[in-house]
């Protein structure tokens, strides 16, 4: 059975630091998703990493996936208020979109 | 391009009762994916639908179930509902096929089991 881990499931960093999620998973699969839900909101896709060594950026948010270590890193760079959120990994378990989700890191950027 | 929109927003049951929540897809995507998400037990995957079959099923009971349309519309049934079936119930849609394939999420239904 495919576990994903993630941690911290909670951080609270102040605006201007940097910091890392991690998210490990069980067994093997190379396509892994990051995620962010504000409260009370749905889930918004933030990036799909598909392959072994992916790196994507997005403005203060760069997510990498090692598949040989079955780990992914969401890390944040120079922290502001707006980046806290929800945030989520998942990994696909089969073919067909079936998605095993994290327990999700609570992030509170304080000003 | 028109989001993935779920109906009702909100609804209020009580135990023993059913209840069934629609998902209308991105215009185009033929595959639409549900999850059940409460603080406890975090987000799981109920079912995957894609052209009208299920194509993949999560570990819930068969009191929940689901099918879609045609037009790749998608509803959920949860039958004798009981108060651990409060949740938000999110479904998500996608193209279906393909290795960048990405799923995209709906604003949820949050249902109230009393």
């Known amino acids: 059975e495919l576990k994903v881990e993630q941690n911290p499931l909670f951080l609270s960093m102040q605006e201007g630091k940097n910091y890392t999620i991690y998210c490990n998973y069980s067994t093997t699969s190379d396509r892994l998703y990051w995620y962010r839900q504000d409260p009370g909101k749905s889930l918004e896709s933030l990036f799909v990493l598909l392959s072994n060594g992916a790196v994507k950026q997005e403005g203060r948010l760069m997510a990498s996936l090692d598949t040989k270590a079955r780990l992914s890193t969401l890390h944040i760079t120079a922290a502001v208020h707006d980046l806290s959120a929800t945030y989520f990994c998942?990994?696909?378990?089969?073919?067909?979109?079936?998605?095993?989700f994290g327990a999700g890191t609570i992030l509170r950027v304080k000003s | 391009k028109a989001g993935v929109t779920q109906t009702p927003r909100y609804l209020i049951k009580t135990r023993g009762q059913q209840v069934t929540l629609s998902c209308s897809p991105i215009?185009?995507?033929?595959?639409v994916s549900w999850y059940q998400q409460t603080p406890g037990q975090g987000l799981q995957f109920l079912f995957e639908?894609?052209?009208?079959?299920?194509?993949n099923k999560g570990n819930f009971p068969g009191r929940f179930s689901g099918r879609q349309f045609s037009n790749s519309r998608s509803e959920m049934n949860v039958s004798t509902l009981e108060l651990g079936d409060s949740a938000l119930y999110l479904c998500?849609?996608?193209?279906?096929?393909?290795?960048?394939?990405?799923?995209?999420f709906g604003p949820g239904t949050r249902l109230t089991v009393l």
């Open positions: 639908y894609f052209s009208e079959t299920q194509r």
């Open positions: 998500a849609s996608s193209i279906g096929v393909g290795y960048t394939d990405t799923q995209y």
């Open positions: 215009s185009g995507h033929r595959s």
């Open positions: 998942a990994v696909e378990m089969e073919y067909g979109n079936k998605l095993v």
